[in-house]
């Protein structure tokens, strides 16, 4: 008997030590290693929504895209500190954590600059915020596995445990049974089975059952402790493998909102497939989002419910004040109402949750707002009918980061809309802005004809004999006549271009000849500006689709161009050559002339803009010509290019592509495609 009793406490103290040491690892598991996990992975998920927020500020400078940025350091240093206080004492950890606060704050110190660099109208350091935040992603990910790795070590140290455990029980059992056959039926009863039940116990569990549990009230005494340690331990081990399946389940469930609500085509698309997936994602009975004004009143609505429950109107007129209020609250502190149950008597003693759960029938709720920069545009109610309801942190993470993502889509479809309507405006003004220059240039034609119809007859001496004095002034008035007679021709032929008014045919047209009569016609100009002009007509198959009358205007502007800037003595170049290979003609002009500043090049094909140096010269011109050529060039489908250097000349390049080989006659025709012109210029 004395040997029994030796063996017993030898595996009642085997069992206990084992158990204690298995519960002790499992309340390290529940009490540091979970909530340090947890805390470890609301650090992540601060920092990608200040991240992501900070991206769709820097993206578009709209200062609504700030929401997840905002209160995104608060969350994350609340989570570090959390961190900090379940953490494991072990250098390593104390380490790890350090590294990844470091790479936090750095993360938070760049955060900070360039959005004041955005709004100061900088660009961001884009490279420079994906390395730091590449950082903070890799000092969470080692945490993480370090952790993931601790829990699963703890989980593996308890099973081996429990199997350890059991070998133990049944080899001592063993030896106590063939020591103890001599004593009895009775005390073979009282050990043995209990022993040899609990170890069936242990290897249901082991086997993927973890509802077995031991019987704890039969047996030695020891041995009923062991079975409700035993049991205590396979309890907390269930409730922990519970949580971390829901956590798992409502984090998939929110991506799976986020990539719904995402492909939505408008808002209540967004908000209808929202109330769904939570309602039958969350197992509840109804939900129901709606979004609110700035004054206050319902936009839209949607809810999904229970197919034995009524649908519910829109938040109740008596509560609209009062959800308005709790969600600006809620919004403005970054949290969520929950309230387990209605029908507590502390609940009940609150006049709004008194008059909710009046209107809708709750047990209990979860109110979550939906935000958009410092305001509450919406609020999303999760609901139960029946039964109270013990929200979980993962359900209501889900629910919020849903709201999110609910409120991105609003924002999106706003700025489509207002993105809309600021189109719309501006082809409102642009067709204003033609309709203006049409009416005006022809407006001025009139009295400009009655203007130059009296100065011919005064130049002709109709009104009598003039003095050389008043010649000279009518000559300057005839000078100045002809000048505002050119810019509103110009300006019509601009405005007819762009309002596809210009009524073009083409036809095959000779470079050759159109470069000989554009020669002719600017070679007195030239003699008189002292300016040799040397044209290489090209070869006779340079030949070309186009409209006469414009393509020549546009070989005139840029040769008249190129002799009124280059000073006596100087060259103008024309030459013409073929890429039979390419189907292209190049008429390339050069001069050697005053050139282009640097910094107008850019500005050059802008109506009215001149060249600074052509302005100080006082060379006169109306910035017209180079856009209307262009215009021209683009609209026969070629492409005009310049170069230029100050102080040693210009190169123009008309690129124009070739007739096709047949099928071609002397008959005009209209442009294909009719309005398919070029890009063209602002005014």
Request: glycine share 8%; hydrophobic share 40%.
């Amino acid at each position: 008997m004395v040997l029994i009793g030796v063996l017993m406490l030898v595996i009642a103290a085997s069992c206990v030590v084992s158990l204690v040491s298995a519960r002790g690892n499992m309340l390290r598991l529940s009490n540091e290693i979970a909530p340090a996990f947890d805390a470890n992975s609301r650090v992540l998920q601060a920092m990608t929504n200040a991240e992501t927020g900070l991206r769709g500020y820097a993206a578009s400078h709209d200062p609504s895209l700030l929401g997840p940025y905002r209160g995104a350091h608060r969350d994350a240093v609340q989570a570090l500190g959390e961190l900090d206080a379940h953490l494991p004492d072990d250098s390593r950890y104390a380490r790890m954590a350090a590294s990844e606060r470091e790479a936090v704050e750095a993360w938070w110190r760049f955060a900070r600059e360039s959005k004041q660099a955005i709004d100061a109208g900088k660009r961001a350091e884009v490279v420079r915020g994906t390395t730091l935040f590449d950082r903070v992603r890799e000092t969470n990910g080692a945490l993480h596995d370090r952790l993931a790795q601790e829990r699963a070590d703890a989980r593996d140290h308890a099973q081996r445990a429990i199997v350890r455990d059991g070998i133990l029980v049944g080899v001592v059992t063993a030896l106590a049974i063939l020591v103890a056959l001599s004593s009895g039926f009775r005390l073979a009863h009282s050990l043995s089975r209990p022993l040899t039940a609990l170890r069936e116990v242990v290897s249901r569990q082991r086997t993927g059952d973890p509802s077995a549990r031991a019987d704890d009230t039969r047996g030695a005494l020891d041995v009923r402790a062991l079975a409700a340690d035993f049991n205590d331990l396979s309890a907390q081990n269930e409730a922990l493998q519970r949580t971390q399946a829901r956590a798992l389940t409502m984090h998939q469930l929110s991506l799976d909102v986020e990539r719904t609500v995402r492909a939505s085509g408008d808002v209540q698309s967004a908000l209808n497939v929202l109330c769904r997936m939570l309602g039958e994602g969350m197992v509840v009975d109804r939900v129901m989002v709606n979004t609110i004004d700035e004054d206050q009143q319902v936009e839209l609505g949607a809810q999904w419910h229970d197919v034995d429950l009524d649908p519910l109107p829109d938040i109740p007129e008596p509560l609209l004040p009062e959800v308005g209020s709790l969600a600006e609250e809620l919004w403005q502190s970054s949290s969520r109402l929950v309230l387990r149950d209605f029908l507590a008597p502390e609940v009940q003693a609150q006049e709004r949750a008194r008059i909710f759960h009046e209107e809708t029938g709750a047990r209990s709720l979860m109110l979550v707002p939906i935000g958009l920069a410092d305001r509450v545009i919406g609020v999303i109610f999760v609901l139960t009918i029946d039964d109270r309801r013990h929200w979980t942190r993962a359900e209501a993470n889900a629910v919020q980061q849903s709201a999110a993502f609910v409120a991105q889509v609003i924002v999106e479809t706003q700025h489509a809309e207002h993105q809309a309507e600021h189109v719309a405006r501006l082809e409102q003004l642009d067709r204003q802005k033609t309709d203006f220059l049409s009416t005006v240039s022809h407006e001025l034609r009139t009295p400009l004809t009655s203007i130059s119809g009296y100065l011919e007859l005064l130049l002709d001496g109709d009104a009598g004999e003039l003095s050389s004095a008043q010649q000279r002034m009518l000559g300057v008035i005839d000078r100045n006549t002809t000048r505002l007679r050119g810019l509103i021709d110009d300006l019509l032929l601009l405005n007819r271009i762009e309002s596809g008014r210009l009524g073009s045919e083409i036809r095959a047209l000779s470079l050759c000849d159109l470069l000989e009569d554009s020669a002719e016609e600017l070679r007195p100009v030239a003699r008189a500006a002292r300016v040799e002009l040397d044209v290489d007509h090209g070869p006779e198959s340079a030949v070309v689709l186009g409209d006469r009358v414009h393509l020549q205007r546009a070989v005139v502007n840029i040769l008249s161009n190129a002799i009124k800037f280059t000073p006596a003595g100087g060259s103008v170049t024309v030459r013409c050559t073929v890429d039979e290979e390419a189907r292209r003609a190049l008429v390339v002009c050069r001069d050697t002339g005053i050139g282009i500043p640097a910094a107008d090049i850019g500005q050059l094909f802008t109506r009215f803009y001149r060249a600074s140096n052509a302005a100080e010269k006082a060379i006169q011109g109306t910035g017209l010509g180079l856009v209307i050529v262009r215009q021209i060039v683009e609209d026969h489908h070629g492409e005009l290019r310049l170069s230029s250097v100050e102080g040693q000349g210009t190169t123009v390049e008309v690129d124009l592509p070739l007739a096709p080989t047949s099928g071609l006659s002397g008959q005009p025709r209209e442009f294909a495609g009719g309005e398919s012109r070029g890009p063209r210029e602002s005014p």
